[in-house]
């Protein structure tokens, strides 16, 4: 096989710029996360900046973690997530410590789950209080569906992903119907990636 149809296919996998035949892919790879690393981190600083916040040091495990798992991440979106909870983690007037549970949370999540997430925490947050609201499997079914345009298999895995990682859990006060609430772990995690 031609090593151009094999830099052609995997640049259509990738979605980014070609490969050349002089390039190693490992750097090309390299390059790519070194370039989500920059985003996150500029789009760290400017939240830091608008909002006036004192940092303070972060333990290197957590911010090694944090920075090797956004390098991968290359949607705007979820790219500022990452940065929100840099900032987060380093900001001196958050007092909440357990930052690296989130760091293989947000690593573990596609975009469809967070933008699922989002609309549960929209919806469950009052002011600085979480309420506990149940939402109907039919409604998460529905949301995924209509919102994010998933098929019914790819809903149902992302609704169950959010279960396994002890986001969403069963709602012990249903009724016959199945529902679904949002964890304290599940509430915590989004106002780190979502608030600053």
Not at 48 to 62: D, F, G, S
Not at 183 to 193: D, I, K, P
Request: glycine share 2%.
């Amino acid at each position: 096989m031609q090593l151009e149809k094999i830099f052609f296919f995997l640049e259509k996998l990738a979605g980014l710029p070609v490969f050349t035949p002089k390039e190693l892919i490992p750097d090309q790879i390299s390059r790519w996360r070194h370039l989500n690393q920059v985003a996150i981190v500029r789009k760290a600083i400017e939240i830091i900046e608008q909002n006036e916040i004192v940092l303070r040091p972060v333990p290197l495990k957590l911010l090694t973690t944090l920075m090797e798992h956004s390098s991968y991440e290359n949607n705007k979106k979820m790219q500022a997530k990452w940065a929100i909870l840099l900032v987060n983690a380093a900001s001196k007037r958050n007092e909440f410590c357990s930052h690296q549970i989130f760091v293989d949370l947000l690593n573990q999540l596609s975009l469809s789950e967070v933008e699922l997430l989002d609309y549960l925490y929209q919806q469950s947050v009052d002011g600085a209080t979480i309420r506990e609201i149940a939402f109907s499997r039919t409604l998460l079914l529905k949301l995924c569906s209509q919102e994010l345009r998933l098929s019914y298999e790819d809903s149902l895995c992302v609704i169950e992903n959010l279960v396994r990682n002890r986001i969403l859990e069963p709602n012990p006060n249903q009724s016959q119907k199945i529902e679904l609430k949002l964890t304290t772990l599940g509430a915590l995690f989004m106002r780190e990636c979502t608030q600053v």
